[in-house]
């Protein structure tokens, strides 16, 4: 029964900041599955870097988890017990893909890993590309206004806190983090906000 049940769950090629984006749907405190665009997602199939990377090994506790990044978002990946040694050879600044069941504790998503393999870091572009073709290339007119609005007033507001991360504006906003991204990029460019550090936003008007 266990195995038919591995066998329904397609583990879904997707980037991170759509993962963070996608609705838990929860049952008996248990996460059932994400619901992302219309679809039912319990199985993640994902390309990033290892940002950072904690091992716990001892009698008491075997515990081991790793952040990663794909410029989208962050995402822990955690293993228990005799699990963690999938995690031994890994490091900081290493690209991996990673295939796994995406879990909830205490309102975080992450994923427990199935499958982890090194990869070269030129399987980040190529993953970004191939999705990036399936993904809608812009949003009609009304909407790409209110969301250029809605990014702009963000970034405006988050001034009192010294700037807002883009992985927070990814997950609040909800649309699709490319398209999120290209607009930001536009902001850029225009001159009107910077990144006083990689990932965080603020205004300049």
């Known amino acids: 029964m266990a195995e038919q049940q591995f066998k329904r769950n ?3 090629k997707l980037r991170i900041g759509s993962i963070l984006s996608g609705k838990p749907i929860v049952d008996a405190d248990r996460l059932r599955f994400l619901e992302i665009e219309e679809k039912q997602i319990a199985r993640v199939n994902v ?3 290892i940002i950072d990377k904690y091992v716990q090994d001892s ?8 952040t990663l990044d794909d410029a989208t978002g962050n995402i822990k990946v955690k293993s228990f017990g005799d699990d963690i ?6 490091n900081q600044g290493d690209t991996i893909l990673v295939i ?3 879990r909830m504790w205490n309102n975080e998503i992450y994923i427990t890993p199935e499958i982890i393999k090194k990869k070269e870091p030129s399987f980040l572009l190529v993953r970004k590309l191939e999705l990036e073709a399936d993904m809608p290339k812009s949003l009609d ?3 790409l206004t209110e969301l250029k609005d809605k990014l702009t007033n963000m970034i405006k507001e988050a001034e009192k806190d010294s700037g807002i991360d883009v992985e927070k504006i990814i997950l609040e906003l909800k649309e699709p983090p490319e398209i999120i991204n290209k607009e930001i990029k536009k902001l850029l ?3 009107l906000i910077y990144e006083p550090r990689p990932s965080r936003l603020r205004w300049l008007g």
């Open 85 to 90: 040694h999938k995690f031994l050879d890994l």
């Open 141 to 143: 007119k009304t909407k």
């Open 189 to 191: 460019e225009d001159g």
């Open 100 to 102: 796994g069941m995406v």
């Open 47 to 49: 390309i990033a870097n």
């Open 59 to 66: 009698d008491e506790k075997k515990y081991a988890t790793i």
């Open 10 to 12: 397609v583990a879904f």
